[in-house]
Each structure stands twice: as structure tokens, then as C-alpha cells.
């Protein structure tokens, strides 16, 4: 039996929804936050949406979304802040190098990536660590594609599987999953993702890319002056790990202390990703500020400063969450869990694949993600023994899968390198599917053994 003809017309319209979203973004040059507000209406003015429940529909999307990811990302983005201006990222990388040793430089720089993104988005922790990898790659004599790759797998790594990233916090709402289970499943199937992705297929490819020319940008971050006073090693690791720890007792409090005990509200609270990050942001003030010397009017203005550049971010994820609202409400996602039923496919498997398509599509991690678990979600609210955590975990790896020329990182990337066109290709592009196929093949493992 076929689809019906109104789920085949739902899911016309959708695919056309995102072929628009497409042209806009890639080609008309639309930002992308108009964009998607434009397409989210339109859709739902094409499927016969009444105007005032259309606008309400989005406006819920979008306040669902960010009243959940919004202090997070503020939280996050000033943590990360002080840890650069303080020093203590350049600590981090200073050490692990030089225990690591020469040959060690891809592990320690994919062990930088992980820590150091753990609090920040991609794109603000690859420029505070690009300095650090070109330094590392000056004072080593290696190839800036061999120090900085394992890098940006560590930072994309985190950036998709692992809570409270913005993107990957808003699946975990929408999955209804719970954090601390997501963050353990995130690093025992991202971890190995990132080896390969990053340090291994790094030395395979380094001798093969070709000369990388001189970068003045590279210049400009290896003279600047250290810092006269910067946090140890195990202060700053500890400041950075203590949000993630905090998340992580609050997911497992239920077996670390009896139901309805006091222990047990004080872990849930505490682990709470807005209470975890404010408590990471208060103690960073005193770590990664008082004691290295930095006065409160100066850590007033580090806070200040790095909210600006997540203005950008913020509006996708509530724009992303509005589209996703629209095609629930309006029909598609029955729609596609009907194909699911006809193609008998795992909700895993469509998760990923979903998110996957609109990654290549659209460009943009942060919008794939979230509209792929807006469909997907309210199909695995109602499917007895589906894993939300594992879920998560699958919609993320979808959400980086082959990065190409209509995603910002690709630039960056390309740029900041001083790639050309196909080296970045070769390099980022091909690394960010080796996470993606690796996360979804980790996701499959752990959805059979558990």
C-alpha cells in the first residue's frame, strides 16, 4: 500500500520548503535567519495554516527553543571568554605538548580541541586555539594541517554530540533525554569518531595535501606576547571540566541517591545545564580572573564582549526551532514517519539521514540539527524502546556530515589556513563525514549492545 495522496502533497511541499531555504541561503545570498523565518511562514500559509495560528505556531517554536538554549549559550560563550583572555587555553596547549612530545602533537591537539570546546561553540573555539596551533606548528617544524586538524575534529566533535552546545541542548529537549546519559553515550562514541577523523586521518593526509603558503595571519598570532600571569594547567582544566561534571552527576542522580531525598533534588539542580554553566562562570571569575591578577572592571568587559558574536547563532536556533514547529504542526511529520513505516527504517537511521540531507543542503550544523529533531522527536515520544540519548547522538553525527562551500566553517577553515578550494575539501570536508559515518556506526553499536 502506497502513501496517501495527502501525506505525498505534505511532503512536497516540505521538500520544496527546503529547496527554497536552499536557494535563498546559497544563491540569492539571503541571511540565513530571514530565510528560514520567510519559508517557515510560507510553508505554512502552502499547507493551509490560518495566519494567526501560523505566526503563534513559530513564535512558540522559536521561544521553546531559546528558552531553553539562550542562557546556555551566554553562560558558555563567557566562560570561554575568560579562559582566552586569562590564558589559561594557551596553558592547556603548552602542557599537553610538551608531554606529548613531536609526534604526540595530533593527540594533544585533539585532546585541546575536546577540553577547550567543551564550553564554546566551534567557531569561537577554533579562533582562540588557531593561535595555539600555529605556534605548536612553528616551534614543532610540522605541517599546519597536522596540528590544526585534530584540533577542529575535537572542537566538531563536541560542537554536535555533546550537551550544552546549543544545537545538541535543544535535541536533548525536544528527545525529552536526559543529559548526563546523552554526555556519557556523546563521549564514548565521539571519542573515537575524533581519533580517526582527527589525528590519524590528519597523518595520512598532511604528506599528501601539498604546500600550504605563507600565512600572515599565522604570523600576526605567533608574535603576539604571553601573558605575565596565567592559570596552571590543572585550575584551568578543572574550571572547564566542572560544568560537565556537575551535568554529569545530575543525569546519574537517581542512581547515585534514593528518589525524592534531598541529595538527590540538590544533584538534579545542580546539574542542570543553566545552573552547572553559572556555577562553572562564577567559579571561572575567581580562577580564570581574581587570581591570575585581572580586576572586576576587566571581567565585567570580557563577559560583555564575547555575547555579541553569538547574536548571529542565537537567532538561527530559534528560527531553526520555528521551521521545525511548523512542520509538526503542520502535518509532516506524520508524513514522514508514514515513509518510515513503508521504508521500514530505524528512527536512528532517519534521524541521521534527515539531519544529514539538510546539512548538505542548507550548510549550517545548528539549523540541520535542530529541524531534524523537531520531525524526528515527536515520532520517538510515542515509539516504546526508542533511545532519546542515542537519538541525540544520531541527529548530531547527521548534523556534520560532509561540510562543502555553503558552510561558514568551511571558510573559516579554508581561510584561516590559507587553503585553497580542494585542499579544504580534502582536509575539513572529507573529516567532517569521517565523524559523521563514525558517529552513526558508534550510534548502531550502542543501540544493539545496550
Known amino acids: ?43 505554512g500559509l502552502a499547507v493551509g ?47 599537553l605538548v610538551n608531554v606529548a612530545g613531536k609526534r604526540g602533537i595530533p593527540w594533544a591537539m585533539l585532546a585541546v580541541g575536546i577540553v577547550t570546546g567543551l ?29 590544526a586538524l585534530p584540533l577542529v575534529a575535537g572542537l566538531s566533535v563536541v560542537h554536535a554530540f555533546v550537551p550544552p552546545h546549543p544545537a545538541a541542548m535543544a535535541a536533548v529537549i525536544l528527545y525529552q533525554a536526559n543529559i548526563g546519559r546523552t554526555l556519557g553515550y556523546a563521549l564514548m562514541i565521539g571519542v573515537p569518531a575524533a581519533v580517526l577523523a582527527g589525528p590519524l586521518y590528519a597523518m595520512f593526509i598532511a604528506p599528501r595535501i601539498g604546500a600550504v603558503e605563507a600565512n600572515e595571519l599565522a604570523e600576526q598570532f605567533v608574535e603576539r606576547e604571553a601573558a605575565a600571569k596565567v592559570p596552571s594547567f590543572g585550575l584551568t582544566v ?16 537517581d ?63 530559534g528560527a531553526g526551532g520555528g521551521f521545525g514547529r511548523i512542520l509538526q504542526n503542520s502535518g509532516v511529520s506524520g508524513a514522514v514517519l ?7 527504517l530505524s528512527l536512528l537511521l532517519m534521524a541521521w539521514l534527515i539531519a544529514a540531507l539538510l546539512r548538505v543542503s542548507i550548510g549550517s550544523s545548528t539549523v540541520a540539527m535542530t529541524t531534524a529533531a523537531s520531525i524526528v522527536a515527536p515520532l520517538a515520544l510515542h515509539t516504546v524502546g526508542a533511545s ?33 578550494v580542494p585542499q579544504t575539501l580534502k582536509t575539513w570536508s572529507i573529516l567532517e563525514t569521517i565523524l559523521s559515518v563514525m558517529g552513526l ?3 548502531l553499536v550502542a543501540s544493539a549492545v545496550r
Do not use: C
Open 1 to 43: 500500500m502506497g502513501l496517501s495522496s495527502h501525506s505525498v502533497a505534505l511532503l512536497s511541499m516540505a521538500f520544496a520548503a527546503i529547496a527554497i531555504l536552499i536557494v535563498l541561503i546559497s544563491i540569492v545570498k539571503l541571511h540565513p535567519f530571514v530565510s528560514l523565518v520567510v519559508v517557515s511562514l510560507g510553508l
Open 49 to 95: 495554516m490560518k495566519p494567526a495560528a501560523l505566526a503563534q505556531t513559530f513564535e512558540e517554536g522559536v521561544g521553546f527553543t531559546l528558552g531553553h538554549v539562550a542562557v546556555v549559550i551566554a553562560l558558555g560563550t563567557i566562560l570561554g571568554k575568560m579562559m582566552a583572555e586569562s590564558g589559561g587555553a594557551d596553558e592547556i596547549a603548552r602542557t
Open 119 to 147: 564550553p564554546v561553540f566551534f567557531e569561537v573555539g577554533f579562533v582562540l586555539m588557531i593561535p595555539i596551533a600555529f605556534t605548536v606548528a612553528r616551534r614543532s617544524g610540522s605541517s599546519i594541517v597536522l596540528v
Open 238 to 253: 578543572a574550571t572547564i571540566l566542572l560544568p560537565v561534571v556537575l551535568m554529569l552527576l545530575g543525569g546519574w542522580a
Open 255 to 317: 542512581v547515585l541517591t534514593a528518589a525524592g531525598s534531598r541529595s538527590n533534588a540538590a544533584l538534579h539542580f545542580v546539574g542542570g545545564a543553566d545552573v552547572a554553566l553559572l556555577i562553572g562562570v562564577l567559579v571561572g571569575f575567581v580562577t580564570f580572573g581574581l587570581m591570575q591578577g585581572i580586576s572586576r572592571v576587566r571581567l565585567l568587559s570580557m563577559a560583555s564582549e564575547g555575547l555579541p558574536a553569538t547574536a548571529g547563532a542565537i537567532l538561527l536556533i
Open 338 to 344: 508514514e515513509v518510515a513505516q513503508h521504508a521500514h
Open 388 to 420: 532519546p540519548e542515542l537519538l541525540v547522538i544520531a541527529t548530531g553525527a547527521g548534523s556534520i556530515m560532509f561540510s562543502h562551500v555553503n558552510d561558514g566553517g568551511f571558510w573559516l577553515i579554508k581561510s584561516y589556513l590559507n587553503l585553497s
Open 441 to 443: 556506526l558508534g550510534v
